[in-house]
């Protein structure tokens, strides 16, 4: 099943399908609000973060990571063994499942489906 995003304010209407897997260095996160609604775009509750991951080995060299609940996060040292998302902090080397990318925006972005901290 495709996603169905709306407009500018990412809905999403079904539950993303892996596309793509991408390796980076996770640089800020950012807290979506979306309690404020059309104030910041957002209309969904699905996404909580916007994490930035930096590929600067690729054509571009930041990416967004839209993080929601069902967002798995795994750390590679523990065996893959799943650990919660306030693991994640800046600076680690990850490696992003992520579903089909959406390049309409200033940066490419991709819902995260599951997080693997590397070594």
């Not at 990850?94 to 089909?100: G, L, T």
Request: some cysteine; hydrophobic content about 40%; glycine content about 6%.
């Amino acid at each position: 099943m495709p996603l169905i995003l709306s407009g500018g304010c990412r809905l999403l209407e079904a539950k993303p399908e892996e596309a793509a897997v991408l390796e980076g260095t996770l640089s800020q996160f950012i807290r979506v609000d979306s309690e404020h609604g059309s104030f910041n775009g957002v209309f969904s509750e699905e996404i909580i973060y916007d994490a930035y991951l930096r590929m600067p080995n690729l054509k571009y060299d930041e990416f967004v990571l839209w993080v929601t609940r069902d967002t798995e996060v795994y750390k590679q040292p523990d065996n893959f063994k799943r650990v919660p998302f306030n693991e994640l902090k800046g600076g680690e080397r990850v490696q992003a499942h992520v579903s089909e990318i959406d390049k309409r925006g200033y940066r490419p972005a991709a819902y995260a489906i599951k997080i693997t901290i590397l070594k």
